[in-house]
């Protein structure tokens, strides 16, 4: 039987995001409503062949698979997806999973795509402490959340031009209410600043312990984020920040939390002692 | 042994024959079984709306159709001479087709309108109930109920609003997503007003508020609808409340302006409002649309959509028709398969 590296079940499953894309494309393309049902099955089978495929990485490296640029970005575009599967069934927003499966597909391809960051891959990187690991899931988690609410901010955006500029034929007739994406950002955005919150306390405890261990780049790089985006809950809670301005707070604020993911990673390996490294195996 | 239909509709018939054609509710029954009576007449069922009136039905012969156009005509006062120059005929398979055309709403005024599918099922109720529809309708008429709803399910033909009001609703819904918790409000308790309203009422809108110049007017029309009434002075303090506001007055500027919607929107900066002027000259002043979470559309904007869905239903025409013709098929010839009777 052919010996499937994990990377070859991740690569199967980007093809489930690629093809949820080409479908929602095709439909859009042909003006016609697609099938929630259908779409919702293929990411499905996308998430399973990505859960697998993380779980053959998660053994591997004993833990939680979060020691490279690749893991972390094929971490978030899971969590994404986990939380569309179940977002997605309570909003039956139409498009969101087109929209994610956009997203998934590139941010799955791209990690794939890109040797150098999975040339090393990093065992017991969180040197069996639990907390610490249960601290990085969930932080990485809620860039999931984000990714989800950045995707919901591009459709309010696309939303508000259509509506403003009359063109509500075709692809636009598609897109859920104003009032519908404005309330799933507003709760994505409560969802992601509190799972970033947490996992900020949990860290805390760990960094108050050992203070010289902790490296600036990546706390002052995970603290920003987090403050930037309880900011911009606030001001939102307050009726100060609203609209489209959320909205492209909201992407901008995802862009800026992809680009601080680099130099977390960077900043962590050069901190870690000599964790061991396994070389990767050949891949599809 | 022929199924035909026989009548007149809005194809060939102006409004004011129309008129004289239309069958009064309450002589239905009686001409129904009258009809249905007539010597050589198998099987009746009459559909009458403000666009047609067509008798559908088995009869032994010919003679027996022309029978009861007849018998039709002197029902309304007409002459069989005025009659001819207007009436509509079609025998067997070319009934099936009209009757499947007529239920998909491809016959009707407003190309795909909903209503028609309703007023069919109706009729043939009503001459189930009255005992007139026999084997032959119940078969065609159940054929073509599944035949229009198929047409409905497998074209674009209904979709997208064409009737003003019908799109401000089909608007409001893109933006708020649900009408049952939004606050409308009318601005002028006119015609166009009144439709408006209705039209949100229609759709599940139920917190409705009616503002006119002419208090006493307001609250007419506000407790036929259902509805509260504003005094119109107090409309620019109460602007924030509402979430869609139609405005159809008559006044020779705007009624609501630019500073009374930032106005209203300081008091609700993340809730989005919804402006529809209905009025020529307009009512709202068109710089509001520029505000952050303000969508204002004008009687242009509205008719512009309307007429793209109208064409977008045009488009679908051909493959409806392509869809019916292959149903009128199959039923004709599952019918001749059994025999008319």
Not at chain 1, 250 to 263: D, K, M, Q, T
């Amino acid at each position: 039987m052919m010996d499937l590296t994990d990377r070859t079940w991740l690569w199967i499953a980007a093809a489930c995001y690629l093809i949820g894309f080409i479908a929602g494309t095709i439909a859009v393309l042909q003006e016609r409503r697609q099938s929630r049902a259908v779409m919702y099955v293929i990411i499905s089978a996308g998430f399973t062949l990505q859960t697998f495929g993380l779980y053959l990485r998660g053994l591997a490296v004993k833990g939680c698979p979060l020691g490279n640029m690749f893991e972390l970005f094929q971490f978030t575009a899971w969590s994404a997806i986990a939380l569309y599967l179940v977002v997605g069934a309570a909003f039956r927003l139409s498009l969101l999973g087109y929209f994610t499966s956009l997203l998934a597909a590139a941010a799955t391809a791209l990690s794939l795509a890109v040797p150098a960051w999975d040339a090393t891959r990093r065992v017991g990187v969180f040197g069996g402490n639990a907390w610490i690991e249960f601290h990085a899931a969930i932080a990485l988690f809620s860039y999931g959340v984000f990714a989800l609410l950045a995707l919901t901010s591009v459709m309010f955006l696309l939303r508000n031009y259509s509506l403003k500029h009359k063109r509500l034929s075709g692809f636009f007739s598609f897109l859920p209410s104003i009032r519908d994406l404005e309330t799933i950002s507003l709760r994505l955005l409560t969802v992601g600043t509190g799972l970033l919150a947490g996992s900020l306390a949990v860290g805390a405890v760990y960094w108050l312990r050992n203070t010289d261990t902790v490296n600036t780049t990546k706390l002052l790089a995970t603290v920003s984020v987090w403050a930037a985006y309880a900011v911009a809950w606030s001001l939102r809670r307050g009726g100060r920040l609203y609209g489209q301005r959320l909205a492209w707070t909201c992407i901008v604020l995802f862009i800026a939390a992809l680009l601080s993911i680099a130099p977390v990673n960077s900043s962590r390996h050069a901190d870690e002692a000599t964790p061991a490294a396994v070389p990767p195996r050949s891949t599809p | 042994m022929k199924l035909f239909v026989v009548g007149a509709n809005h194809h060939t018939t102006p409004l004011e024959w129309r008129e004289k054609l239309a069958i009064a509710p309450a002589d239905l029954p009686g001409l129904r079984e009258r009809f249905a009576g007539l010597p050589g007449m198998r099987e009746l069922l009459v559909l009458n709306t403000c666009n047609r009136v067509e008798l559908y039905g088995v009869a032994e012969t010919e003679t027996a159709i022309d029978s009861l156009a007849v018998a039709y005509c002197e029902s309304q006062g007409i002459t069989t001479a005025d009659f001819a120059g207007i009436r509509h005929e079609a025998l067997d398979a070319e009934a099936v087709r009209h009757l499947v055309t007529v239920a998909s709403g491809l016959d009707s005024q407003m190309l795909g309108e909903n209503e028609i599918f309703g007023q069919v099922k109706e009729a043939y109720a009503a001459a189930q109930a009255a005992g007139t529809a026999g084997p032959v309708l119940n078969r065609v008429f159940q054929k073509a109920f599944q035949s229009a709803k198929y047409v409905r399910t497998h074209t674009a033909i209904n979709e997208g609003q064409v009737s003003t009001a019908n799109v401000a609703v089909e608007l409001a819904l893109t933006i708020f997503g649900d009408l049952r918790n939004a606050r409308v409000l009318a601005v002028g308790a006119g015609e166009i007003g009144e439709k408006t309203i209705r039209a949100f009422q229609s759709r599940g809108a139920h917190h409705l508020t009616v503002s006119s110049r002419t208090l006493n007017r307001a609250m007419e029309l506000a407790s036929q609808l259902g509805a509260n009434a504003l005094p119109f002075e107090h409309l620019a303090a109460q602007l924030s409340e509402y979430d869609i506001i139609a405005a159809a007055t008559s006044a020779p500027g705007a009624v609501i302006t630019v500073d009374m919607v930032r106005q209203a929107m300081r008091a609700r900066p993340a809730a989005p409002l919804f402006l529809i002027d209905l009025a020529l000259p307009r009512d709202i002043d068109p710089t509001a649309a520029g505000l952050d979470n303000v969508y204002l559309y004008n009687l242009d904007d509205l008719a512009m959509i309307a007429e793209e869905n109208r064409l977008a239903r045009v488009a679908e025409v051909e493959k409806a028709e392509a869809i019916i013709a292959e149903r009128t098929a199959t039923v004709w010839h599952g019918l001749t398969a059994r025999g008319l009777g």
